[in-house]
């Protein structure tokens, strides 16, 4: 049996809607001035009325009973007409009006099939279908830097977490193949290195996927307490590397998730001092803004980049040298500190979260300036 409440909605034309509107405006303002002329008529006198001219006395005058009926006939006449031209006009004129509706439907049911590189690209006068369809298409345009960000994501990810995987496999594999050529105290700590290394990936996944939970909390953090407690933390790293460190640290009080705002602070720190080089510098800077913003900037020696790769080290996975990951000696110098790529990507995203801004420059000569400003608390 069929459930009468789950049958579809019948579609209403909203052409049709906004034509039988106009035109029951034309038949009610053709009504009241019918009506006006009506009451007018009213006060004729009741009794036939005589020619002007005295020689066409024979012409018969109409009295006022007979003057209101032809005036209804009239009026029925009339009101006929103008509903018919009222809902005849009213149609082309809603037709022209909601034509930019139909182009914005026609869009969205594209995008709804999963196509997001189809824009409106809306002409014509700045109304509101105008700043409707610019902003349909601003969505589109963020919707699709989405959803590409993520499907690169998604390939990154899976790619970093096959490696390791990958050479747990083949390193089992050897040893069950060749059990007595095998230094087993090598493979076993081997092995633990490379779990080690995909657990820490795995964390470090958990970690971006977790910053958009956890954005409840409203505390009150100091900036600059929080980056000298993180440079004493790094304090011994950044002397074994011979690092010259700067620090300009005003007070710098904003609200938010003190837990996220820690660890923001912890990547700039951590790979200001990673991604320099021995004998570099390092300088941090805190403290308030004009407009109500609190800044946090670190600058350090490293890698030269461009412009164009400076502004993408954001981006999940992206290391110094690309995806590989940092240079060859660094590597060889510090093979327990290979990042994962996802420092800047976790910075970037609690920045978000926060209504911050983030900037990533090059530094002359090689390193990176990272600035990050929060609303001031």
Same mark, same amino acid.
């Given at each position: 049996m069929t459930d009468r409440g789950a049958r579809p909605r019948r579609r209403r034309s909203a052409q049709l809607r906004l034509a039988l509107s106009y035109a029951a405006f034309l038949v009610a303002a053709g009504a009241t001035v019918l009506a006006g002329v009506y009451i007018v008529l009213r006060y004729v006198p009741n009794y036939p009325l005589t020619a002007a001219n005295p020689r066409e006395s024979d012409v018969a005058v109409a009295s006022r009973q007979e003057i209101l009926d032809a005036l209804l006939r009239l009026s029925g006449v009339l009101l006929a007409g103008l509903a018919l031209v009222g809902i005849t006009g009213g149609w082309f004129l809603a037709g022209w009006v909601l034509r930019p509706l139909r182009r914005i439907n026609d869009a969205a049911r594209i995008a709804a099939t999963g196509r997001l590189d189809h824009r409106i690209h809306l002409t014509g006068r700045n109304d509101e279908f105008r700043?409707? $369809? !610019? @902003?349909? *298409?601003?969505?589109?345009?963020?919707?699709?830097?989405?959803f590409a960000a993520r499907q690169r994501f998604a390939a990154n990810a899976s790619h970093e977490l096959r490696t390791p995987l990958a050479v747990t496999a083949t390193m089992l594999d050897v040893a069950?193949?060749?059990p007595e050529s095998q230094d087993y105290p090598t493979l076993v700590d081997r092995l633990t290195v490379t779990n080690a290394r995909a657990v820490g990936l795995t964390e470090a996944l958990l970690e971006l996927a977790d910053v958009g939970?956890?954005?409840?909390? $409203? !505390? @009150?953090? *100091?900036l600059a307490s929080t980056v000298a407690d993180e440079l004493a933390d790094h304090s011994e790293e950044s002397a074994g590397r011979s690092l010259r460190i700067r620090t300009e640290l005003r007070p710098a009080r904003t609200v938010g998730n003190r837990a996220l705002l820690t660890q923001l602070v912890a990547n700039l720190v951590q790979n200001a001092v990673r991604h320099n080089v021995a004998g570099g510098e390092l300088a941090v800077r805190t403290g308030p803004e004009d407009g109500g913003t609190v800044v946090l900037e670190t600058e350090n020696d490293g890698d030269a980049f461009t412009p164009e790769q400076a502004s993408r080290l954001h981006e999940p996975f992206l290391r110094g040298r690309g995806r590989i990951g940092p240079s060859a000696r660094d590597t060889a110098a510090r093979p327990?500190?290979?990042?994962?790529?996802?420092?800047?990507?976790?910075v970037a995203r609690i920045v978000e979260v926060h209504d911050g801004d983030?900037?990533?420059?090059?530094?002359?000569?090689?390193?990176?300036?990272?600035?990050?400003?929060?609303?001031?608390?």
């Open positions: 700043q409707l $369809a !610019d @902003t349909f *298409d601003h969505m589109l345009d963020r919707l699709g830097e989405e069950r193949r060749h939970t956890a954005t409840a909390v $409203a !505390d @009150t953090v *100091d327990h500190h290979r990042g994962y790529g996802l420092g800047l990507a976790l983030l900037q990533i420059r090059p530094r002359p000569g090689g390193g990176l300036f990272v600035t990050v400003r929060l609303p001031a608390a």
